[in-house]
């Protein structure tokens, strides 16, 4: 099988690096392997490692870094700029240098509400800027689906829109200027200028007098050719918007600039304008029997002048439905009706008058109520902005649904963004479907219908040299097709590898003008070669080494993740599927602290400890493994961006692939130590429920020993941890001695009448809670009897978590397959098995069945409790609660059970007492990562990040996992908590016990 090496170095480029930093960079830079791996793909099929990537912090470091390569001997570097990497083009792909202005460059430098505009830096995104502006009233109104990850920088430079393009326009429509830096570090101002000042500013005869005579000649040449070939679509060109240049007296370069893919240059600041944010809002869900009913409705439905009409077909839907967004919306599309679905329009309407939003509303629901002009099968109606919300959450999610088809042959970009005028787009579309329909390929369709922009992802396996092949037939097909109902292939996100269209589409003639403009900014053709259009070369320059990169991307690059993961057995791939499938969307950069996606990204803002970032390195890995060739260095650097994985499974469920890093992280380390020494702090975690459970009984005298500085020293030194808790000393007596409790006694429980056994609960002890809080479990047990439950302690056993997150693979099978007959042989009594630890029941849950067959179902307490409390009367203790309850769940348990905290409050409901619920994400302890030396960076970054604040605010602190507890206690000793309890968080059960005995002493 052959080895493909992909980390060749170029040694101009350890040059350019290393004269750099003497140079005044100030920012980051890495050349080493995983980071080059991570920046090696977006969301398109293509793979191109790149020599490095440097992280600026501001112009500064720009200018520093364009300033050196405009130097003889650096003309030769080449770079990509890049913000979020969400392109599904290819557009910020490059074999040079990347220049990411994502991590630092992501400020707000100005906000003058006053006179409607925002400054700001490169790197913000979209929705983080937007947070910023809502209190103002305003916003940056182009919206995209990655508006949670994708950059204004990367948005300006693909000229981007979504969802209210209709009435918002593109991103460049809402620029009021850029700053700009050459590839020579020149820096030029791109602003709308009178004539007047466009011609001071050429009189000047600089760099950029140079360039706005150029190219205002050239506008003011073309214009009639330009009036001609540009149709007035909206959505019709992005980059070298020639028809933009000069509007009425006002010449604006930032029109060129924006949509050209960082081709021309390196946006280092943008102003914005601002928009008012519309006062008023709602939302309809219209249900078809057919996709094409929808599309033929949604012509009707542009003349009542909604902001937004969005489609989404059925294989959407059904695919929505095995996802977590599906909770949140599937009553809206008919719940269990929802099969006879087989299309929905999303129809958003938006005033600053609510009377006149709402007789706009009524008047088209009572024509569909009346069913007498749309071809509607059914609506939702609705003003709520957690219902709107989620709605769109379900359109944005479109691509990343349709990723997570079964199969070889995956949804895959490259004609997923075709633009049509609106009034073609029906027969359009049936075109379009007919064309894969006869070649037998998949696909799913949704977008924005009112603009002519349907998303269509063909499914091909881009592994087989056949898909590839057909791959090329549909992308040129398509082209054809599009332009036969006059429209263009790159309807919203830009062009990157499909760049060798444009001729097609505007002509030779302007496009030979288009490669003139490349190449009077960028000459050597430095900046992301290969994209959009290569410099036109004149004289010498024509016969220059540097011709040989004068060349155009092509759709069919052989450059691709399939053409990598060719090379792994197809039997291998099956074994980790979902790591190969990832398809980079970015899902897993979400900036927002209260989500709970990927913290170890969050805290690091480093992609390299993604999910993505991970998978990336794990399918890199594999190749090379199967290929008899593995990098030792690229094997350490996948070891130690694994390491700081929190295993909280936030990619298990919310990653449209699901590419559950922990899973393989497990079998990556049971490989990777299977010829080396593990580290001794492996060993003590993956034995830390073992020795809970026997230390416990001799806690009076371990715990002064842990205690002692000795020991303490020694635990940093040795095995790199910190901050162990004590023991408490356990014994299943402490537990059945409580009254009401009963031991575990299988043939008893067998012989209860059913009407009982409903009643009781068979506790699933874990080792955390168990061992280390004690008091904690007693408390939960006293509750559940004062409740009027029989809580049954199970005798504690051993779930092998942490053998799982430490990779000892058999070990933690042998566990699993022990605890699970256990567990099996309870629920044979029909008693309902409840585990008190959220993280260990779900591993229960997850883990334990890829090992084991048919696991019994367990229940976390919330779950039960919710069933079990119905029509249990409660006292109302809402007298005797505090004023502010806040209740925090563990993160794996919002992550895998989307409804968490809404079953939490039902159970406090049923005592009249309301909690809170902040948004967070995760604490930063999960387990034992917060204990490991080597993680306190992170495990702080993630408490400050959400928690503190709320947990600063509560008057009472609930927290379900025995680490968030933990973590909790352990920040009320330091820092601005340190005034608030010594206890930090209570488990729920245990605060409501102690309002039952407040309660049950006033009774008295
Ligand atoms: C699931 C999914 C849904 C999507 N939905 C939409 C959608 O609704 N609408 C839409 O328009 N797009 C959409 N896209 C495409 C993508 O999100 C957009 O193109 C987005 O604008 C890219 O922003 P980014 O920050 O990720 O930029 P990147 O992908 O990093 O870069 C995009 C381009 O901009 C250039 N660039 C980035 N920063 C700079 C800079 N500072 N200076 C100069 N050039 C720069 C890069 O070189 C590259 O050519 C979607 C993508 C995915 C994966
Ligand atoms: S890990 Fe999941 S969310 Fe992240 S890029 Fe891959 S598929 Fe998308
Ligand atoms: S388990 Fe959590 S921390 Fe680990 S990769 Fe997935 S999202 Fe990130």
Known sequence: MPNTSVFATNFLYLNFLQSLERAGFKGEMSPDKATRLSLATDNSVYQIIPQGAVFPTNEADLLALFELAGKAEFTGIQFAPRGGGTGT????????????????????????????????????????????????????????????????????????????????????????????????????????????????????????????????????????????????????????????????????????????????????????????IPKYKQLLALRYASFDAALRDASRLVELNPDAIETIDDTIIQLAKDDVIWHRVGEFLGAEQADDVKAVNLVEFSSMQVEQLSSKVDSVCADLDAAQTSSAIGYFRTDKSADMEALWDLRKKGVGLLGNVKGKRRPIPFVEDTAVPPENLADYIVEFRALLDDLGIRYGMFGHVDAGCLHVRPALNMRDPNDTKLMRHISDSVSQLVRKYGGVMWGEHGKGFRSEYTPDVIGLELYEDMRQIKAWFDPHNQLNPGKICTPLCSGADCHSEATSELELVKVDDPRTRGAMDSQIPESVIEHWEPIVSCNGNGACFNYQVESEMC??????????????????????????????????????????????????????????????????????????????????????????????????????????????????????????????????????????????????????????????????????????????????????????????FVPVVMPLGVSGKARHVKGFEKSFIKCATAQAEKLKSACDTGISLVAIDPSIGLTYRDEYTQVVDKMPEIFLLHEWLAIAMEGVICPDLSGKAATSVSLFAHCSEKAMLPNTNQLWQTVFAKFGIVIQTPAVGCCGMAGTFGHELANQNVSQALFDMSWKQPVAAAEVVLATGYSCRTQTKLQATKGPLANSSEEGALHPLVYLQRLLVMHNESVV
């Open 599 to 788: 913290p170890s990204y969050k805290a690091t803002k480093d992609r390299v400890h993604s999910p993505k970032g991970r998978a990336t390195l794990l399918r890199e890995w594999l190749r090379q493994d199967q290929t008899g060739h593995v990098d030792k260095e690229l094997e350490d650097q996948t070891y130690a961006a694994l390491n700081t994985c929190l295993a909280c499974k936030a990619c298990t469920t919310q990653c449209p692939i699901k590419v559950d890093i922990p899973t393989y992280r497990s079998r990556f380390l049971a490989s990777y130590f299977s010829n080396r020494r593990r580290p001794l702090k492996d060993y003590v975690i993956a034995g830390v429920e073992e020795f809970g459970i026997w230390a416990g009984k001799l806690s009076g005298l371990v715990n002064p020993i842990m205690q002692t500085s000795l020991v303490k020293q020694v635990s940093k030194q040795l095995m790199g941890m910190q901050n162990l808790p004590a023991l408490h000393a356990y014994s299943l007596s402490k537990l059945t001695a409580i009254n009401g409790v009963e031991g575990y006694q299988p043939d008893y429980l067998h012989s209860l009448p059913d009407v009982d056994k409903q009643r009781h609960l068979l506790i699933v002890q874990d080792a955390f809670t168990s061992c280390f809080d004690l008091p904690t479990m007693q408390g939960i047990l006293k509750t559940l009897v004062a409740m009027g």
């Open 89 to 276: 083009n290819g557009q910020s792909l490059n074999s040079g240098l990347i220049v990411d202005c994502s991590r630092y460059m992501c400020d707000i430098l100005e906000l003058n509400v006053n006179a409607g505009y925002v400054r700001v830096q490169p790197g913000i995104i979209r929705d983080q800027l937007n947070d910023a502006l809502r209190p103002h009233g305003v916003f940056f109104a182009p919206s995209l689906s990655t508006s949670n990850r994708a950059t204004v920088g990367g948005m300006a430079s693909t000229d981007a829109c979504g969802q209210g393009s209709r009435i918002y326009g593109r991103t460049s429509n809402h620029v009021k200027g850029m700053k700009i830096v050459l590839a020579d570090g020149e820096q030029v101002a791109c602003k709308p200028m009178t004539s007047a000042e466009l011609d001071t500013a050429i009189a000047k005869g600089d760099r950029s007098g140079l360039l706005y005579k150029q190219i205002s000649q050239l506008v003011a040449q073309k214009a009639s050719l330009i009036e001609q070939v540009f149709p007035k679509l909206n959505r019709f060109m992005t980059g070298y918007n020639l028809a933009h240049v000069q509007a009425d007296d006002s010449f604006n370069m930032a029109a060129l600039v924006c949509g050209s893919e960082g081709t021309l240059a390196m946006v280092s600041e943008l102003t914005l304008q601002l928009t008012p």
